[in-house]
Structures are given as C-alpha cells and as structure tokens.
C-alpha cells in the first residue's frame, strides 16, 4: 500500500519560513503530478502549488505566488513546499497529493497524506 507522509509543519511568526516535506512509501515505480493543499477551518481545501513528474512544470495560487517554492525529488519519491514572508492567513492543515503512483502491480490514482498543521502566529 502507498502512503504519502507529510513532515515540517509547526508554528512560525508571520514573515517567517518554514519547509515542508512530503514522501511517499511504498512499493513505488513512479510518482506523476503532486500538489500541496491547505485547507483552513470554514474553509474548502485549496490547490497550493502544482509539479508535473519531470519538475520543470509548476503551478501556484495567485496567494502564494512569489512566496511559496514547490520542488520534488524522484530519485527520493519526495515533494517540498518552501514557504517564505508566511502570513497569519497561510494559517491552514497542508495536504500532500499525488495524482497517479504507479506501484509494482498498478496505479493508484488521487493519493492523499495525512496533513500537517501550519500555524502562522505571534
């Protein structure tokens, strides 16, 4: 069975910085697309940056952009999101996902961790 674990999130004064982490176990040939979510309470999860298998494509939120670096590392089956100027409004459990994870028997489609809490606060 794959799994994505998350890693990273904790509590950072506004204008501060903080990196997340995201891998995936398992018996893994290959991860395509992954994202990072959030998702605030009251609030509908939310894409927060986008890379496609190779890297050399990324996508953010207008919000983020310019602040929040998303990045991956295949040989590792690994996502980061380096997060920069963090503002009390970054506040939010963050998500890891994964579109398609081809296993040694299949693929398994819309992998989702378990989240980690980021709290932007001082």
């Known amino acids: 069975q794959v799994q994505l674990v998350e890693s990273g999130g904790g509590l950072v004064q506004p204008g501060g910085s903080l990196r997340l982490s995201c891998a995936a176990s398992?018996?893994?040939?290959?991860?395509?697309?992954m994202g990072w979510y959030r998702q605030a309470p009251g609030n509908q999860r939310e894409l927060v940056a986008s890379i496609n298998r190779d890297g050399d494509s990324t996508n953010y939120a207008d919000s983020v952009k310019g602040r929040f670096t998303i990045s991956r590392d295949n040989a590792k089956n690994t996502v980061y999101l380096q997060m920069t100027s963090l503002k009390p409004e970054d506040t939010a459990v963050y998500y890891c996902?994964?579109?398609?994870?081809?296993?040694?028997?299949?693929?398994?489609?819309?992998?989702w961790g378990q989240g980690t809490q980021v709290t932007v606060s001082s």
């Open positions: 996902n994964a579109d398609r994870i081809l296993t040694n028997s299949k693929f398994q489609y819309d992998v």
């Open positions: 398992g018996s893994i040939f290959r991860v395509y697309a």
